[in-house]
């Protein structure tokens, strides 16, 4: 049996001309830690050596790697989220701006609500 994970927490930033939105999943059964769904990107009128394209990942607890992820989202169905492979290309800015955000998120969340997440 597979483990459903429920969103616990949504949040959006931007520093500078880098911005994410992030999607905290934690495990309704406690099988599995859960993770972080995460898309970021860089500003219309960023300098071109600056760009960030917009790119999906999934930061799984478990292993704290980031995969790349698809959202399918067809017409008339339910949509499906789809985790890749670890991705070997991220961008070190780009990882730290994620690393750095998510885990001040987290650490808001645990201390607002008390959750413990290992």
């Known amino acids: 049996m597979s483990d459903r994970l429920m969103k616990v927490l949504t949040r959006r930033t931007s520093?500078?001309?880098?911005?994410?939105?992030?999607?905290l999943h934690l495990s309704a059964t406690g099988a599995t830690r859960g993770g972080w769904l995460c898309d970021s990107w860089t500003e219309a009128g960023t300098s071109a050596a600056h760009m960030l394209q917009p790119r999906v990942h999934w930061l799984d607890k478990k292993d704290n790697k980031?995969?790349?992820?698809?959202?399918?989202i067809p017409l008339g169905s339910i949509a499906e989220l789809?985790?890749?492979?670890?991705d070997m290309e991220i961008e070190?800015?780009?990882?730290?701006?994620?690393?750095?955000?998510?885990?001040?998120?987290?650490?808001?969340?645990?201390?607002?609500?008390?959750?413990?997440?290992?």
Request: aromatic content about 12%; cysteine-free; charged content about 20%.
């Open 15 to 23: 520093n500078g001309q880098i911005s994410m939105w992030g999607t």
């Open 66 to 72: 980031f995969y790349v992820a698809h959202i399918n």
């Open 82 to 86: 789809q985790i890749g492979p670890l």
């Open 92 to 118: 070190p800015r780009r990882e730290s701006f994620l690393r750095t955000t998510l885990a001040k998120w987290e650490d808001e969340y645990l201390l607002a609500d008390g959750v413990q997440v290992s």
